[in-house]
């Protein structure tokens, strides 16, 4: 992703509005809900499972929620994918 799009406001809001929308759909398999719910959780409960990675827990999750949003977008395009920002 390019960094102007990935410190775009819109970009956020877009990727803010959708996580919560892809996690509670029936559509999107449980596999990919926990491809993005596995690692957010256990990057807060366990942070010092990689303690050299100067990334704050808000960082790492906003950035698991822009791969999450990208992906489900991507593979269940019925569900209002890419290009409705």
């Known amino acids: 992703m390019k960094m102007k799009k990935l410190l775009s406001l819109r970009q956020w809001s877009h990727i803010f509005r959708r996580v919560p929308r892809f996690l509670m759909s029936p559509q999107v398999a449980t596999a990919d809900k926990l491809l993005f719910f596995i690692p957010v959780v256990l990057y807060w409960v366990l942070p010092d499972v990689m303690p050299f990675m100067p990334i704050d827990d808000i960082g790492v999750t906003m950035l698991l929620m822009n791969w999450f949003v990208?992906?489900?977008?991507?593979?269940?395009?019925?569900?209002?994918?890419?290009?409705?920002?």
């Open 70 to 85: 990208s992906r489900v977008e991507r593979k269940y395009p019925a569900l209002g994918g890419a290009g409705t920002h």
